[in-house]
């Protein structure tokens, strides 16, 4: 096989991260102050900006790291873009999960090759890309949009970012809870949905034992709602609940400070394993707040836990 043409036994979508640049590949160029751009090889195409352009034909046949330059002598570094700079860039119609959240999503439900992951809703394939990445050919995930002009989206930046369909990708248009089938074989689920409380009788039953459920909101009172319904339901032991934070870092010479701009709050991860069928969880202690019981007292609500 030649450089110019996918070789059989690679994963989908390796051929598309290495080797020179090709038509059609996604290159991403930094000029001098950091700014990046995204553009597609097209031969005869031109990239213009304010100080000059460049010709497409220049990149094409070229490997990844060169420094190519405008008709005024601006310099660009050319790269494929990494998986987080495409997700950031790509067409949107639902606002994504974030690269940080996505990553999150990928170790803490143990997202593993093979594996069979159910996703709600597609959004616009943000981290659908992540989930792809990591159960790989030989897996499946099986996502659910309402929308069709999101589905729409997903498949298009799904696809774009793969060099074309991920045999382990399945897209269903329509709702989780009518469409999920109840096999009791389904490893992870992720929910992106505004009420993923209401799918928690649907992943009990198409979860195995011992699958992840895993479920991304916005707000603490979703979170809340997600977490004291978990624990209601009884088929799930007791849920974890987390969101992280990202804060790049200014290195020049001694000048070593935490940038002004940090990637906050983007949303809540809660995480709850199925249990065995017929299997009641033990009894969590918790500590009582005080006052939560009329007949508690001071000194019974200040007792610690046994």
Request: with cysteine; hydrophobic share 40%.
């Amino acid at each position: 096989m030649t450089d110019d043409q996918p070789t059989p036994d690679l994963p989908v979508g390796a051929w598309h991260r290495r080797g020179l640049f090709r038509e059609g590949d996604q290159v991403q160029l930094t000029d001098p102050k950091g700014r990046l751009h995204t553009i597609t090889l097209t031969p005869g195409k031109q990239f213009h900006t304010h100080k000059g352009w460049l010709e497409h034909d220049q990149l094409i046949g070229q490997p990844e790291g060169v420094v190519v330059s405008t008709t005024t002598g601006v310099q660009y570094l050319a790269f494929r873009p990494l998986a987080s700079d495409y997700v950031l860039s790509m067409p949107r119609g639902a606002t994504i999960i974030y690269p940080k959240d996505a990553g999150q999503i990928v170790q803490m439900a143990d997202i593993f090759p093979g594996a069979h992951v159910v996703e709600a809703g597609a959004g616009s394939g943000g981290l659908t890309i992540s989930l792809l990445r990591a159960v790989g050919d030989a897996g499946t995930v099986d996502s659910y949009e309402l929308r069709p002009d999101f589905a729409q989206i997903a498949r298009a930046n799904v696809e774009r970012f793969f060099g074309g369909a991920h045999p382990a990708w399945q897209l269903h248009q329509g709702d989780l809870r009518q469409l999920c089938p109840s096999t009791g074989l389904v490893d992870r689920m992720v929910l992106d949905m505004v009420d993923p409380w209401t799918c928690l009788e649907v992943a009990a039953t198409a979860l195995a034992p011992g699958g992840v459920l895993c479920a991304y909101v916005a707000t603490a009172t979703q979170l809340s709602r997600v977490v004291e319904d978990l624990r209601a339901h009884g088929s799930f032991a007791e849920p974890s609940a987390w969101e992280s934070f990202v804060r790049g870092w200014h290195l020049e010479g001694l000048a070593v400070r935490p940038e002004h701009r940090m990637v906050a709050h983007t949303g809540f991860l809660v995480t709850a394993r199925r249990l065995a069928p017929g299997t009641t969880p033990p009894v969590r202690r918790r500590r009582p707040a005080p006052g939560a019981y009329p007949e508690q007292t001071p000194a019974a609500a200040e007792m610690p836990p046994q």
